[in-house]
């Protein structure tokens, strides 16, 4: 089974992003810049998931990078128009091997021809420096527009210790559940088939499409359920569909979560013994239940 890497959330600033975060009670790395143009303010947890807050860091180096077909920013550029931000535009897969990940996503006719290839710096919230490298390869789905499924193989031979920065003032430990529509479930099912089928047994055996990932579950709904759920109003009519829709954390303690959130005056409703926090003015939210 393919485990998840990390999720992508468009942001319209740097700015915004980190208050963002860190009103929600996360600690937030440093701030980060792409060499085609894109930035993040990363949220790393110690499952080692993490979240990639996404901004369009250097305008002309965007730009560039979009004449170029930078797989990347194409997809960014492809999501921005007609949403509400923040929202989730992309889940990226662990991969040890992204060329042969695009393989097999091409023999089941669901590969993107290009790998992006780049390296960027990384700091610690301790003032180590280092470089990191990645490798990816994308998925093409059909929704690409709407949600990017790919997969982030790393480069560097050794990661940085973020240890410091997985300590969150709200206690969250991880990613327990991925929300999205039940109009995504085709496109995730297919490219979990190709990416996980080397490992099946048996020809006759099929992915159940409602199984989880290796580390983080996944939950599929139609729009009325997420008010049933989780007390989230679907999106206007006039915005685009959403297909990744929340992300649920594991909170040990949900009492020390809410007087963090309360500091920060964080809008915040209880549904079925979990928190739900709307993200933005989007149906996109994000919710934290005990372990």
């Not at 996980?196 to 990932?213: S, W």
């Amino acid at each position: 089974m393919r485990s998840l890497d990390h999720v992508v959330l468009p942001f319209a600033s740097p700015a915004h992003a980190r208050t963002t975060f860190e009103t929600l009670g996360f600690t937030v790395a440093p701030d980060a810049v792409h060499p085609f143009g894109t930035g993040n303010t990363c949220v790393f947890l110690a499952d080692g998931t993490y979240l990639e807050p996404l901004v369009i860091a250097d305008p002309v180096a965007y730009r560039n990078a979009k004449v170029a077909g930078n797989r990347f920013v194409l997809c960014d550029a492809a999501f921005r128009p007609g949403r509400r931000l923040p929202a989730i535009s992309a889940l990226g897969l662990r991969s040890s091997d992204a060329v042969a990940d695009r393989e097999a996503l091409a023999a089941a006719g669901l590969a993107d021809d290009q790998l992006v290839d780049f390296s960027r710096d990384f700091t610690t919230d301790g003032g180590e420096a280092s470089i990191l490298s990645f490798r990816l390869a994308f998925a093409h789905t059909g929704i690409d527009r709407d949600l990017t499924l790919f997969v982030c193989e790393p480069r560097h031979g050794s990661a940085p210790d973020r240890t410091l920065l997985t300590r969150h003032a709200n206690g969250a430990i991880g990613l327990k559940r991925l929300v999205l529509s039940d109009a995504a479930r085709p496109a995730v099912t297919s490219v979990r088939q190709a990416l996980e089928r080397p490992t099946v047994e048996k020809a006759e055996d099929r992915i159940d499409p409602a199984a989880d990932l290796a580390n983080v579950g996944l939950e599929f709904h139609a729009a009325p359920a997420l008010a049933d759920r989780f007390g989230i109003a679907p999106a206007p009519s006039a915005d685009r569909a959403a297909m990744a829709l929340g992300l649920i954390f594991a909170t040990p303690d949900l009492t020390r979560l809410r007087a963090c959130l309360d500091r920060g005056a964080v809008s915040v409703h209880e549904m079925v013994g979990r928190l739900v926090v709307p993200l933005g003015l989007h149906s996109t939210f994000i919710a934290f239940e005990e372990p």
